[in-house]
């Protein structure tokens, strides 16, 4: 099948701030209206459990002006920031990806949690059960943007962000839309007691990472594989676990590199393990900014 072109990255990564990332790293004090205020949860947990939590490389609340975005969870400003920070990346001002021409495909596996938490718990503050939902995240991002096309939401690790990659080049190849943006939003520090009691479960540190990609129409080839079992597979992008931002942190570290030829990028998610071989002529759709 051929393959889409990349009009535009953009990554807010928990690892050390580089020139491709538009917020720092820090040990993230969360409070604010509709969250819970306060370090990470240990309540309940013995005092070795404590000492054994993992390190989570947290990225801050994005402050963001207007009313409507004070009760805004962290996962949806940091969607938002990602989408900002893809425009850069792309020099394209907000209307060149608003209307319906532009589709969205959503990935987590992990960031509703922190909510769904706020909600239940019921500590500092008054999280809406509206904002519970995995949903809420590409909605909030269509509002704000004007996206108004086709859109999924895909829950699970990095295959199936995968997925979603060769979803979206699908719609394009269709003529169901002229763009499409994967958009991918893993956050920990909410729920790091939980992540302590499975730490065999993973790789460390835990990094969130909010990521977005625009997809347009472009050259080369791309094709997509999955299977169940197989070894497990280290992104590019370093050691730590960012679920299914992975391989978009992994396509930021192969466009940092300015490496000839294709990428592959792969992932493994509950025993399912997912490639995709993207060959493209160039990193940016024809007639693009550069």
Known sequence: MPAPAIRGLGILSGEAKSSSESTPAKSANWGSAGAISGPPHTEGLKKETVDKTPEILALSRPDRPG???????RECLLALAAVDAMLEDGKASREAIAGERTAMLYVTAAAYGASNRAFIERKGGVMHFAYTAPAVVPAEVAIEFGVAGPYGILIGGAPATLRAIEQANRLLEAGTCDRALVLAVEI???CADLYARHRRSY?????ET???LWLERGAGAISFESARGGRQVTGAAGPGERFAAAPLADLREWRARGTAGPVELSGRWRGEQARLHWSMEKSHARGSAA
Do not use: G, K, S, Y
């Open 210 to 212: 909010a990521a977005c």
């Open 188 to 190: 920990f520090e909410e």
């Open 67 to 73: 009313d409507r975005f004070r009760r805004a969870t």
């Open 203 to 207: 790789r460390w540190p835990l990094v």
